[in-house]
């Protein structure tokens, strides 16, 4: 298995069901995971729409990160994550946070290292 790999926002990609479906290759899983998140969001979401080797690097990614402000921003800034912007807490972020706590303690813990 990969090293834990944390995505900008605080999301842990290696616990993510997209990231472990699409480094098993599992189409199935795939497309399961994109019935689900489809009636969770309310919208169409694909399988394709779901592979993902993670939110770093230039792998494949999930379909919603070419509109993450999240992740724009943190690409544009250089940081390794949220964690060490020195914005940390912004609007951006924190909307996004109120979505995903189990974000906001994986940043948090990275801050309180830092």
């Not at 399961?32 to 230039?58: K, V, Y």
């Not at 800034?77 to 951006?92: E, I, L, Q, S, W």
């Amino acid at each position: 298995m990969a090293e834990r790999i944390i995505a900008y926002c605080g999301l842990v990609c290696t616990k993510c069901p997209a990231y472990i479906a699409t480094q098993a290759d599992d189409m199935e899983a795939l497309k399961q995971l994109a019935e689900t998140w489809s009636q969770q969001f309310g919208s169409a979401i694909s399988a394709a729409d779901c592979i993902c080797d993670g939110c770093l690097g230039d792998g494949r990614k999930i379909g919603h990160c070419s509109e993450c402000g999240v992740r724009a921003c943190a690409i544009e800034r250089g940081v390794v994550n949220c964690a060490h912007c020195a914005d940390y807490g912004c609007k951006t972020l924190a909307d996004f946070l109120k979505a995903a706590p189990e974000a906001k303690a994986t940043l948090e813990q990275i801050r309180l290292s830092l």
